[in-house]
């Protein structure tokens, strides 16, 4: 899978992409990051890319232009979606990034300031995707949260132990808590059933602890 992420600022991308899940995922050859930075698109010798806004509002919004050719210059490696960050997006969920994860190839598009220029989304944007209900300085911060948890979804990236299944959101349920060494630490056990080696028994006791949970804390998972 080939990521395009295009952005004012590809420096924040740097000890993301090398770190990491992610760092895994580029070394394995399941994924190709590339950055390609809208100021290098951008007009006039004093390289502007955002202007003051019509209406008159507080911020500034980025200008189509270098946006439109930034984008138009990597659709000639290939077609792809564009997605681009914005609180006004749908809400991103692991369904949503289960459905990308199977793409080739995808577009990002990170947008800072106030907003882009509404003509880029009406033209060039195929979705927009928001990561919750807050307002980030920009896109880039969203394109890792995109970008990390599409990665880890590509073949051979997990490990059979680490597998997905055992992930929250997998089958519409949270995560189950989990355990490891010492039995004891500071008075507090770790379940026995957990060290009775019966796998039949250790499978039940996660499923129920993850379905008590979901329906504890995120009742609104829970299908009919
Ligand atoms: N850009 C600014 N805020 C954002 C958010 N919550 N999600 C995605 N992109 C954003």
Known sequence: MTIEVLTLFPDMFSGF?????????????ALKLRMTDIRDFSIGKNRQVDDYPYGGFAGMVMKPEPIYDAVASVLTRGSAPVIYFTPQGRKLDQNIIKTYSEHKRIILLCGHYKEIDQRIRNMVVTDEISIGDYVLSGGE??????IDSVSRLQKGVL??????????????KLGFPC???????????????????????????NEDSS?????ARRPDLIKE
């Open 17 to 29: 992409s090398e770190s990491s899940m992610v760092a895994r995922a580029i070394r394995k050859k």
């Open 141 to 146: 911060l969203a394109a890792m949260v995109f």
């Open 159 to 172: 490990s059979d132990l680490e597998s997905a299944q055992s992930d929250s959101f997998y089958e519409d």
């Open 179 to 205: 355990w490891t060494r010492p039995d004891v630490f500071m008075g507090s056990e770790v379940p026995s059933v957990l060290r009775n080696g019966n796998h039949k028994l250790i499978n039940q006791f």
């Open 211 to 215: 379905k008590q949970l979901t329906k």
